[in-house]
């Protein structure tokens, strides 16, 4: 009798002429199963080849791929920012809270007072920021 090979699945989808569509495994392996049918099933990643469970998202997809493998242009805009700015981004804004929380202490009421000190706070972190650019 012959042993089964027990392996995650590496799907494709495939559309009949009759409009029914199925992932079947493009490994040496004949399962296969209704597009609707396959959210929750571990499969390999067809870009990183690693596990990962079919979400509702990944299962329009004629060849799934996971999370991690999603090209989104609002992710590669943030990584962009972050290795461009790490500075003014991380430091400047604890700066500024830094300092609001130190001067709400005083508890002043001015609205125009409050103006004046976070402008002030903005000017003193951007002229260091540049002077340590020099």
């Known amino acids: 009798m012959a042993t089964k090979k027990k392996h995650h699945h590496k799907l494709k989808r495939h559309t009949y002429r009759n409009g029914e569509q199925v992932y079947f495994c493009v490994l040496d392996c004949t399962f296969r199963v209704k597009c609707e049918l396959a959210e929750g099933l571990i499969v390999i990643c067809h870009r990183c080849d690693k596990p990962f469970a079919m ?3 990944s299962c329009e997809l004629a060849k799934p791929h996971c999370n991690n493998c999603t090209r989104s242009k609002k992710r590669e ?3 962009i ?13 604890r700066e500024i809270k830094n300092e609001i929380r130190m001067d ?3 508890e002043s009421s001015s609205l125009e007072d409050l103006r004046k000190r976070l402008s002030g706070s903005v000017k003193e972190i ?3 920021n540049s002077d340590d650019m020099l």
């Open 104 to 106: 709400d202490r005083k």
């Open 77 to 79: 805009a943030d990584e």
């Open 81 to 93: 920012l972050a290795a461009l700015e790490p500075e003014l981004v991380g430091v400047g804004v």
């Open 126 to 128: 951007l002229d260091s």
């Open 55 to 57: 979400t509702q998202s």
